[in-house]
């Protein structure tokens, strides 16, 4: 099982990106989605989750909207009004359950370089 992330750049701030992260491999389900980001010296933190019902989770406000696509196994992170304090590396998060496992298991993606200039 794969995550792959993609999406991520160089932008000015103010100005907006789209995240994108696709699970590949062989599994039957996918569970939650989550995107976190990583800044220069920093923790890892939480940015948004969501279930596959729909639901969704925030931990920052207002200028970011989790979506995802189930029949591509794929969730998104539209960026707008983004600000120098966003740049981090964006990962992926998922809960996946692998052909054959009775048990969801949760899995990183690689990540993608967001960097925003003043």
């Known amino acids: 099982v794969q995550l792959q992330a993609s999406g991520g750049g160089l932008v000015q701030a103010g100005g907006s990106l789209r995240l994108s992260c696709a699970a590949s491999?062989?599994?039957?389900?996918?569970?939650?989605m989550d995107w976190y980001r990583q800044a220069p010296g920093k923790q890892r933190e939480l940015v948004a989750t969501?279930?596959?019902?729909?639901t969704t989770n925030y931990a920052t406000t207002g200028r970011f909207t989790i979506s995802r696509d189930n029949a591509k196994n794929t969730v998104y992170l539209q960026m707008n009004g983004v600000k120098p304090e966003d740049t981090a590396r964006y990962y992926c998060?998922?809960?996946?359950?692998?052909?054959?496992?009775?048990?969801?298991?949760?899995?990183w993606g690689q990540g993608t370089q967001v960097t925003v200039s003043s």
């Open positions: 998060n998922a809960d996946i359950k692998q052909i054959g496992h009775l048990f969801y298991t949760n899995h």
């Open positions: 491999g062989s599994f039957s389900s996918v569970g939650n």
């Open positions: 969501m279930v596959n019902s729909g």
